[in-house]
């Protein structure tokens, strides 16, 4: 009588370590990437911000407190203490967002590092480091496509990433 239950404990336990080895393999395909990222929003969102409408490139964002927006018609320029950040708007004729960074890409002398997808305001987008060897200069950009046109959020100053990062995802696209 002990064997029986010795064999129905062993099947128990083969049954337990599978389902256990299942649950493993669905933690790990759901992506580290997207549970970082969804620390990282959450955690930026808790620094106090004020609001940003340019009139000019039609978007608004979310700056820190002290942090200074100066709009131009074609550029908008944020400084603190920390650093400085600039977003453009880019015309282009370009129906997607990864035609429009292979064209970027093949008139300049780059190299990216650290690219990745992601939807901002449901648009979609890119964030990546850039590097360019000949001038000894390197950024971390965001790239958001609307529509016709891309607007790019850059800093070199990398004290100034992780502001960079919660400013880019805090855009909204105000234009019709």
């Known amino acids: 009588m002990a064997k029986p239950i010795k064999a129905k404990n062993q099947k128990n336990l083969i049954l337990f370590a599978i389902i256990i080895i299942f649950v493993l393999v669905g933690a790990l395909a759901y992506s580290k990437s997207d549970i970082l990222n969804s620390l990282f929003v959450a955690q930026n969102e808790s620094q106090p911000t004020k609001t940003f409408e340019s009139k000019y490139l039609k978007f608004k964002i979310d700056l820190p407190y002290g942090f200074q927006a100066t709009d131009e018609t074609s550029r908008i320029t944020i400084n603190s203490n920390q650093g400085q950040m600039s977003i453009t708007r880019n015309g282009t004729?370009?129906?997607?967002?990864?035609?429009?960074?292979?064209?970027?890409?093949?008139?300049?002398?780059?190299?990216?590092?650290?690219?990745?997808?992601?939807?901002?305001?449901?648009?979609?987008?890119?964030?990546?480091?850039?590097?360019?060897?000949?001038?000894?200069?390197?950024?971390?950009?965001?790239?958001?496509?609307?529509?016709?046109?891309?607007?790019?959020?850059?800093?070199?100053?990398?004290?100034?990433?992780?502001?960079?990062?919660?400013?880019?995802?805090?855009?909204?696209?105000?234009?019709?």
């Open 93 to 176: 004729n370009y129906s997607k967002l990864e035609d429009y960074i292979s064209d970027f890409d093949s008139k300049r002398k780059l190299t990216a590092s650290e690219a990745k997808n992601v939807l901002i305001d449901g648009h979609e987008a890119l964030y990546r480091n850039v590097e360019y060897p000949d001038q000894s200069f390197k950024q971390k950009s965001y790239y958001i496509f609307v529509g016709n046109a891309v607007y790019i959020f850059s800093t070199s100053s990398e004290a100034f990433y992780d502001e960079l990062d919660q400013i880019a995802q805090s855009f909204k696209y105000t234009g019709k």
